[in-house]
Nanobody, 119 residues
Framework: QVQLVESGGGLVQAGGSLRLSCAAS????????MAWYRQAPGKQRELVAT???????NYADSVKGRFTISRDNAKNTVYLQMNSLKPEDTAVYYC?????????????WGQGTQVTVSS
């Protein structure tokens, strides 16, 4: 059974930085694409950034130039470096991973970590 465990959220002032981590635990699998999503109160969950197994990245327009997604395949971990944070970045952030078993791929989610940016 795979678990995605997130860490690194918290409270920060506008203009500050945070680094989120998400580690996949378990055995017998490899990981395809990984991603970060976020959900603000009263809003739908939205895609923030994605990274393929080969390291190609994509970002939502709202975070381009401020956020950086990266991964360490040896550690089964994905990161989200968030700089120049704005109050509108306040949300619960979720990591997502495509977990590959020999005959199938499954979609897994982390439990979410709160990011609050004060003005």
């Amino acid at each position: 059974q795979v678990q995605l465990v997130e860490s690194g959220g918290g409270l920060v002032q506008a203009g500050g930085s945070l680094r989120l981590s998400c580690a996949a635990s378990g055995s017998g699998f490899s990981i395809n694409a990984m991603a970060w999503y976020r959900q603000a109160p009263g809003k739908q969950r939205e895609l923030v950034a994605t990274i393929t197994s080969g390291g190609s990245t994509n970002y939502a327009d709202s975070v381009k130039g401020r956020f950086t997604i990266s991964r360490d395949n040896a550690k089964n971990t994905v990161y989200l470096q968030m700089n120049s944070l704005k109050p509108e970045d306040t949300a619960v952030y979720y990591c997502n991973a495509g977990i590959l078993y020999p005959r199938a791929e499954y979609d897994y989610w982390g439990q979410g970590t709160q990011v609050t940016v004060s003005s």
